[in-house]
């Protein structure tokens, strides 16, 4: 039985004068590229509490709405991690949160830096395909919403 890691993606987003700006981390544990936020579900945790801890761990910015898509997949790590002894891969579910525009704190292990890119940079720049799939649901529910 292959052992999967449960966790969340984060799309981190901020609207201003009906543009959307999306939260970009250059991604230095594990792999070098671009993502945006996601990480485990601890034990005893929701979904949405993980993607508010994860967000808030990740980037520092203030958040001001979560919206839970019903939308999961999985996917394989390319190499077994020496932190995550007998875990072959990811689940993930996706979630959009809205946060007040400001200076992210990223966290030094995981990321080297961040940019706030629009939809077009921020789909050249995601460096995995699943990641560029959920941009772009979210993107289309946020054509609708603003």
Known sequence: M??????IFAVVYTVS????KYVLLKRKKHWRGWEFTKGKIEKFETKRMAARREVSEETGLKILKIK??????????????????????QTYNLFAVKVEKGK???DRTE????KW?????????????NQKRCLKIVNGWLENEI
Do not use: C, Q
């Not at 292959?2 to 966790?7: P, Q, S, T």
């Not at 839970?68 to 891969?89: A, Q, S, W």
């Not at 990321?111 to 961040?114: E, I, L, V, W």
């Open 68 to 89: 839970k898509f019903n939308i999961h997949g999985r996917y394989l790590y390319d190499r077994i991690l020496k932190d995550r002894p007998g875990v072959v891969g």
């Open 2 to 7: 292959k052992k999967y890691r449960h966790a």
């Open 17 to 20: 004068n009906r543009k959307v």
């Open 104 to 106: 992210v704190r990223i």
């Open 117 to 129: 890119a629009n939809f077009k940079e921020a789909m050249k720049e995601l460096t995995w395909p």
């Open 111 to 114: 990321h080297s830096g961040y």
